[in-house]
């Protein structure tokens, strides 16, 4: 069970380029990571998903380096309405969800 | 498109009552799961289910049950309720593509 840590939370301005690295040293060749952000009272919400070098789509940007030992979620021009949660995640398709650990995540705090 | 619907939304309990928890998906979804999220912590799996008539434990599964008996709802029990199972849960349902799952909106529940 590959074991995810990152920051607890990260302060940024509008406007601005967040990353947010998450390290994964015991990931898994079959292991997909993926990342998901929760604003308060809802449930997660899937952001992006990536296996190696770069996943781009609408919300975020996923850096895989060739190593797959870490993983940078890159949010381009945030606003105050990115102000969440963001887990990074990593499990095999075998098992799927069974083994997602969704631990305390980066609080990121987007100020005005 | 409803996607995955928590009843009920908010529930008080008393110490030692029982009650159940329905979580419905309309996406044809094989896997499904119950968290539970307690202030300030991350996702913790309490039971899920691979497929109709399966369930199986997760992290926390003391003091729950589950059933699947429809491919489309999941239902959490608590026996005995105690005030350590305050707490918003959460339930979730894939099967789409390697670790996309899909939340609803929690239900929250305290036990006094």
């Known amino acids: 069970l590959a074991k995810t840590t990152q920051p607890i939370s990260m302060d940024s301005y509008e406007g601005q380029e967040v990353n947010i690295t998450c390290s994964h040293n015991?990931?898994?060749?079959?292991?997909?990571i993926t990342w998901y952000q929760q604003f308060p009272s809802q449930g997660p919400r899937f952001i992006i998903q990536?296996?190696?070098t770069k996943v781009t789509n609408e919300v975020a940007s996923l850096f895989i380096p060739a190593d797959r030992k870490s993983s940078t979620l890159s949010l381009p021009r945030v606003s105050l309405s990115d102000t969440a949660v963001y887990y990074c995640?990593?499990?095999?398709?075998?098992?799927?969800?069974?083994?997602?650990?969704f631990g305390p995540g980066t609080r990121l705090s987007v100020l005005p | 498109n409803a996607g995955v619907t928590q009843t009920p939304k908010f529930r008080v309990l008393k110490t030692g009552q029982s009650m159940t928890l329905l979580c419905a998906q309309d996406?044809?979804?094989?896997?499904m799961y119950w968290y539970r999220q307690d202030p300030g912590m991350g996702l913790r799996l309490i039971h899920y289910?691979?497929?109709?008539?399966?369930?199986a434990k997760g992290e926390v599964p003391d003091g729950y049950n589950v059933s699947r008996l429809k491919k489309q709802n999941f239902l959490l029990g608590l026996e005995s309720a105690a005030p350590s199972q305050t707490s918003v849960y959460f339930c979730?349902?894939?099967?789409?593509?390697?670790?996309?799952?899909?939340f609803g909106e929690g239900s929250r529940l305290t036990v006094l």
């Open positions: 996406m044809n979804h094989e896997y």
């Open positions: 015991n990931i898994a060749t079959n292991d997909y």
């Open positions: 995640l990593v499990g095999d398709n075998e098992n799927y969800g069974q083994n997602f650990v």
């Open positions: 979730a349902s894939g099967g789409g593509g390697v670790g996309e799952l899909f």
């Open positions: 990536g296996y190696k």
């Open positions: 289910s691979v497929g109709e008539g399966t369930t």
